[in-house]
């Protein structure tokens, strides 16, 4: 059964640092990895997918990295600011021979929060 | 193109009654799926719809029942409502490349 891990479960940082938000995940054979951001009690805003055989993805102050074979993906936050606070889950599609299906196993999130 | 949306935003309901939620997906996607969000337990996966057909199903009780029409929307039911129903309901859409995008949610409160 897979399983995502998040830690910590809360961050604060002041404005303008650069940070890392880690995930961990137990079954390597994923379809794709993807980065969502939530907003308190908002839905789930898609930040960057990160398919099984591709490395990273970036986009814009964003940038994740995907290692399958160690189940291990990163975001990278550059130049934080105040607006970057929110929650931020990780979460895996797994694959399959036929194809992969559209459930998603998520993290629980890391609530960061950014200081003015 | 327009984004997922869900109606409605929010709904009080009181034990033992039932409540339908709506989720229309982006044009074009066919594939969608719901999820129960609480804050004890996180994002669970409930089920995938994907051309009217149910495609993957979490581990929920029977209660909880969804449908897909032809036009892609879909419908999920909970019956018989417990406190512990209590949950922001989120739905996705499928697009390329298995990407989820997903709507602002059902924020159901049972009393």
């Known amino acids: 059964k897979q399983e995502v891990t998040q830690i910590p479960a809360a961050l604060s940082v002041p404005e303008g640092e650069n940070l890392v938000l880690n995930c961990s995940f137990t079954?390597?054979?994923?379809?794709?990895l993807q980065w969502f951001r939530q907003d308190p009690g908002k839905g789930l805003t898609s930040l960057l997918l990160?398919?099984?055989?591709?490395r990273e993805q970036t986009s814009g102050r964003l940038n994740a990295s995907l290692d399958k074979s160690s189940g291990r993906s990163t975001l990278y936050i550059a130049a934080s600011q105040p607006g970057d606070s929110a929650t931020y889950l990780c979460?895996?599609?797994?694959?399959?021979?036929?194809?992969?299906?559209?459930?998603?196993?998520f993290g629980k999130g890391i609530t960061l929060s950014v200081r003015p | 193109k327009a984004g997922v949306t869900q109606t409605p935003r929010y709904l009080i309901k009181t034990r033992g009654q039932q409540v339908t939620l709506s989720c229309s997906p982006i044009?074009?996607?066919?594939?969608v799926s719901w999820y129960q969000q609480t804050p004890g337990q996180g994002l669970q996966f409930l089920f995938e719809?994907?051309?009217?057909?149910?495609?993957n199903k979490g581990n929920f009780p029977g209660r909880f029942s969804g449908r897909q029409f032809s036009n892609s929307r879909s419908e999920m039911n909970v019956s018989t409502l417990e406190l512990g129903d209590s949950a922001l309901y989120l739905c996705?859409?499928?697009?390329?490349?298995?990407?989820?995008?997903f709507g602002p949610g059902t924020r159901l409160t049972v009393t």
């Open positions: 996705a859409s499928t697009g390329q490349g298995y990407e989820q995008y």
């Open positions: 079954d390597s054979a994923i379809y794709n």
């Open positions: 990160i398919q099984s055989s591709q």
């Open positions: 979460a895996v599609i797994k694959g399959a021979v036929t194809g992969a299906n559209s459930k998603l196993t």
């Open positions: 044009s074009g996607h066919r594939s």
């Open positions: 719809y994907f051309s009217e057909t149910q495609r």
